[in-house]
């Protein structure tokens, strides 16, 4: 597609469950990037990918985040034991170089935990 | 860490009117770059200044870089409905992948 994919839009889950978000940047872009987007606050950084490797980890909050990117185009937030705090809109991005360009974002998966 | 600050967290205008709104970094950034997001919607770029005292114009906004990288300024001239939405800054340091974005000056406007 010509822009960032991301599933689900929408997620619902209940507190202890483990969740799934994956995303699908822009073709050609190897630099990915994921972000957490809660309720009137800016993008809070977790990872980034360059290629299949993960650059840097260290806004993943702890151990229960973890993602992946193998084979260097989609990537998959996994979320273990979700807790309420989780509650928050899962941004990724996608960028042509890393450092410098521009992020294309997704439109986000808003991830509900009851 | 490195902190990205914005002020004023919100901004109520009348249309037409002009505002700005300030963004200052803890540390210094070798870029800054600017995003707007419309309510319900995802950040979507706007600028990026890469010089010390860079300006760069886009119709009715200008950007400004400070001559020390650690701050940066957004400039809305003769405001109108569409300029409502959240302006966020977002500063890499150098050699950091990560961009670390401000919490954003949400604008609404009066018509």
């Known amino acids: 597609g010509a822009g960032v994919s991301q599933t689900p839009s929408n997620k619902v889950t209940e507190k202890g469950k483990y969740v799934e978000l994956r995303c699908d940047p822009i073709s050609g872009h190897t630099a990915l990037y994921w972000y957490r987007q809660s309720l009137g606050q800016g993008p809070e950084f977790l990872i980034y990918?360059?290629?299949?490797?993960?650059?840097?980890d260290s806004g993943l909050p702890n151990d229960r985040f973890f993602a992946v990117r193998p084979e260097g185009s989609v990537s998959t937030l996994k979320i273990q034991r979700t807790e309420r705090g989780d509650s928050a809109v899962y941004l990724c991005?996608?960028?042509?170089?890393?450092?410098?360009?521009?992020?294309?974002f997704g439109e986000g998966s808003r991830l509900t935990v009851l | 860490g490195q902190q990205v600050m914005q002020i004023p967290q919100y901004q109520h205008v009348q249309e037409g009117e002009d505002f700005t709104t300030y963004c200052n970094s803890s540390?210094?950034?070798?870029?800054i770059q600017w995003y707007k997001q419309r309510p319900g919607g995802h950040p979507v770029f706007l600028i990026q200044?890469?010089?010390?005292?860079e300006v760069k114009k886009q119709k009715r906004l200008t950007f400004q870089f400070g001559e020390a990288k650690k701050n940066s300024s957004l400039h809305i001239t003769a405001t109108q409905t569409t300029d409502v939405g959240t302006y966020f800054c977002?500063?890499?340091?150098?050699?950091?992948?990560?961009?670390?974005f401000g919490a954003g000056t949400t604008v609404t406007v009066r018509a």
């Open positions: 991005a996608s960028s042509r170089t890393p450092n410098t360009g521009e992020l294309f």
């Open positions: 990918f360059q290629g299949t490797g993960a650059a840097d």
């Open positions: 200044l890469v010089k010390s005292g």
């Open positions: 977002a500063g890499h340091q150098r050699d950091d992948y990560k961009l670390s």
């Open positions: 540390t210094t950034l070798s870029n």
